[in-house]
């Protein structure tokens, strides 16, 4: 794997193992989206790596695609069910679970999105960033 100069080419995995995934641009920030429809596919809120480069599959066969909106789908194992990242369509950009990394150290949590539909019962003490469903569609709306 190359070396981007900073950080290194990210690996991971869900659990079974049948999907493997390499991130080429290495990236270590992250962000929550306390969303319905990340809560629902995750099983809580949904963190995500933002990749700024394409990223690799391995076992592409055995990852199932879920659309979710007219401008995203979702991945997950088709084996073992892992939810392993949101696909921005328009931009073909990733979003990768950084659970799913397999060296999880140095990650830095800094954003969290759609905190106004956060379920009362869990709150994060980390200081991050926070935006609204509304800010997040004004920060990404088409600007012509
Ligand atoms: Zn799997
Ligand atoms: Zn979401």
């Not at 995995?13 to 080429?24: A, H, N, P, Q, W």
């Not at 076992?59 to 979702?74: A, C, F, L, M, N």
């Not at 921005?88 to 999880?104: F, I, K």
Request: glycine share 12%; hydrophobic share 30%.
């Amino acid at each position: 794997m190359n070396d981007t100069g900073g950080r290194k080419a990210q690996t991971g995995r869900c659990l079974c193992g049948k999907v493997k995934f390499t991130i080429g641009e290495g990236v270590d920030e992250i962000g929550a989206c306390h969303c319905d429809m990340c809560r629902r596919w995750s099983g809580g809120p949904m963190f995500a790596l933002h990749c700024k480069g394409p990223v690799e599959f391995e076992g592409e066969e055995h990852i199932v695609r879920y659309k979710s909106s007219d401008w995203g789908e979702r991945g997950f194992c088709g084996v073992c069910g892992s939810s392993l990242f949101y696909h921005l369509l328009p931009t073909g950009e990733y979003m990768v679970s950084p659970c799913a990394l397999d060296d999880q150290s140095g990650l830095k949590f800094t954003n969290q999105i759609f905190i106004d539909e956060k379920p009362a019962y869990y709150d994060f003490a980390n200081d991050t960033v926070k935006m609204t469903g509304a800010e997040v569609f004004a920060m990404y709306a088409p600007k012509e």
